[in-house]
């Protein structure tokens, strides 16, 4: 998906730089200046498009306004006639449980179940094999038929948590202090998406471009257009948090 609309970009007359992430972003005069480990890049206009791969510290507008947590997911050999009949997973669908702490599942056209989840607490804890079986064992609960099929893939990554679980897409004006489009210099950002930007990230995309250039016609009103993301009180401590609460979640499922 992601080469995909790079080429679509190119072909429209945009330039795309590679290995030269942006470091922070600064207001100098009318102008935004952002740092780059190779220099710095003067911009009228910012869009902020990272979403859970947003440095800690990068912006007042988002700093500390988003949560990453890591999700997890793997794929198992392909599941043979009786293992699919026992389990349900006869049909080509996608589904996701109701709990706290969800999962997600489907299967491939190949056959092979997609099982996806809750991660570890901390980046480094993301391939740890102990992570892996906890995830293997939900799977096997869920599907106790699939008990003994093979994993063979694994991997994880990070979504964008905002405070109220709703995204933003949200345009910032320094010289009308408010959310409209005019003249001056303008960030906005379009991010929080939970875990749902893969479907959601284009379509945001478009409206993010859209309330830039003014051309935005839906109806502004909207929390998801006309509020900022809320600030995480307490921001030191999320990630301590979420550990709390993998713990209480761990027992209250059994």
């Given amino acids: 998906m992601v080469s995909e609309y790079a080429r679509v970009a190119k072909a429209l007359g945009a330039s795309l730089y590679y290995d030269s992430p942006a470091i922070r972003i600064e207001k100098h005069k009318t102008r935004y200046v952002v740092t780059t480990p190779n220099g710095s890049v003067s911009a009228k206009h910012i869009l902020i498009a990272t979403n859970a791969y947003t440095p800690k510290r990068f912006h007042d507008a988002i700093d500390n306004k988003q949560f990453p947590v890591q999700s997890s997911i793997f794929v198992t050999a392909p599941l043979n006639d009786e293992q699919r009949a026992q389990s349900g997973l006869t049909v080509p669908m996608s589904f996701m449980d109701t709990r706290m702490m969800k999962y997600y599942y489907r299967v491939l056209p190949d056959g ?19 992570e892996k079986q906890r995830l293997y064992n939900a799977m096997v609960k869920s599907f106790p038929a699939l008990s003994s099929i093979a994993m063979n893939y694994f991997w994880s990554g990070w979504v964008s948590v905002s405070l109220d679980s709703m995204p933003r897409i949200f ?23 939970c875990g749902s930007g893969v479907s959601f990230a284009a379509f945001a995309g478009q409206r993010l471009a859209q309330r830039m250039l003014g051309t935005c016609d839906v109806d502004l009103s909207l929390p998801l257009y006309c509020s900022p993301l809320k600030t995480y009180p307490f921001a030191k401590a999320r990630r301590l948090a979420l550990h709390g609460l993998y713990q209480w979640a761990k027992f209250a499922e059994r």
């Fill in 171 to 193: 345009v910032y004006n320094d010289a009308s202090n408010n959310n409209t489009h005019r003249s001056g210099s303008t960030i906005g950002y379009a991010m929080g998406y």
């Fill in 112 to 130: 092979r179940l997609l099982f996806g989840g809750r991660g570890a607490v901390t980046g480094k804890g993301g391939d740890n094999s102990s």
